[in-house]
């Protein structure tokens, strides 16, 4: 069984595979570079990171690459610096531009005027057709086993069908998506391919400090949990001291607002304790995982990643 050939725009990747956009600080461009000269597409996370940071890490990341390689940027819509980001990358010419928490019809305009295809985040039929009749190149399906915050109650393989009968663009699964196994389900589903993020984060190239990476290979079921983040939606975590701190409605004090999101609730700052974790101490900070961190027993290269996820797929017939 061969992976399906996936095609956005000019990008033709030997593997159906995009690494997920993480912040902070999570999927830079280490990870990125890795996965695209791996044979997947590479996202760098322009989350929480600045705009001379964001330039350093896209040309860093197109200097690594061998062959022909793919980069993208993600860029949040809830986050005040949205605009900016997504300039800059397409300044930069990056492969494409990837968005979510939100829609914004300017990002389509955008990328058509630069000829730089953007690709939309979703968790709904509904919202999946808006995005390609604005322009959306390709849609990414999110369910609800994704790691950070959530844009369903829903799981992947419920919302995957619906969204595939109602778009022609090719559509993207992620959430949850661990194995060949996944992946091969997913595409005799409809996808075009599949969105992997928690997997590549316990990889000898992901731009977590190691801290982070031990977390997620230490963690167990029990250990996952939901928490309300400051932008009023729920989001998976590993728990740990800052889980309990703002277990409930529990506030933290915000010791310097840097307005970061277009809308919060002030409870605690999701972005310092993101930058808390990226610093190495994720005891005292939020850590983002997927619902199948726990099936995760080591840290490995991404190219082994990706020789694995070959082999499972390959021998589903």
């Known amino acids: 069984m061969n992976f399906p050939q996936l095609k956005i725009g000019h990008m033709a990747p030997k593997f159906p595979i995009l690494q997920g956009g993480m912040g902070v600080g999570i999927s830079l461009s280490g990870l990125a570079s890795a996965v695209a000269n791996a044979g997947g597409i590479g996202i760098i996370s322009g989350t929480g990171i600045t705009i001379e940071e964001l330039k350093l ?46 829609i914004s ?40 086993e994704a790691g950070g915050h959530l844009g369903t109650e829903r799981p992947l393989f419920a919302i995957l069908p619906e969204v595939v009968e109602a778009v022609k663009i090719p559509v993207i699964a992620a959430g949850g998506i661990m194995t060949g196994k996944d992946i091969a389900r997913a595409v005799q589903m409809g996808a075009s391919g599949v969105q992997m993020g928690t997997r590549f984060v316990a990889s000898n190239e992901c731009d977590a ?48 607002c840097i ?15 993101l930058v808390t974790s990226m610093n190495g101490d994720c005891e005292n900070g939020l850590v983002f995982a997927g619902a199948r961190v ?15 996820l070959k082999m499972e797929y390959e021998s589903c017939n």
């Open 209 to 256: 400090p190691l801290t982070f990476k031990e977390k997620y290979v230490q963690a167990k079921k029990e250990d996952i949990i939901m928490v309300k983040t400051t932008v009023g939606l729920e989001g998976r975590a590993i728990k740990n001291r800052f889980s309990e701190l703002i277990s409930g409605d529990k506030k933290v004090k915000i010791k310097k």
């Open 57 to 102: 890490h896209i040309r860093k990341a197109k200097a690594a690459i061998k062959n022909e390689g793919y980069i993208g940027v993600n860029v949040l819509f809830a986050m005040n610096d949205f605009a900016e980001k997504m300039k800059v990358a397409l300044e930069e010419k990056v492969d494409f531009i990837i968005s979510g928490a939100g």
């Open 105 to 144: 019809r300017d990002m389509y305009s955008w990328g058509k005027e630069a000829g730089i295809p953007v690709i939309s985040i979703v968790s709904t039929a509904r919202l999946a057709k808006m995005s390609e009749r604005l322009g959306a190149s390709a849609v990414v399906v999110e369910g609800h």
């Open 294 to 308: 726990a099936e995760i027993e080591d840290i490995l290269p991404v190219q082994t990643i990706f020789d694995n």
């Open 259 to 273: 307005d970061c999101l277009k809308n919060c609730s002030y409870r605690f700052c999701t972005m310092d304790s």
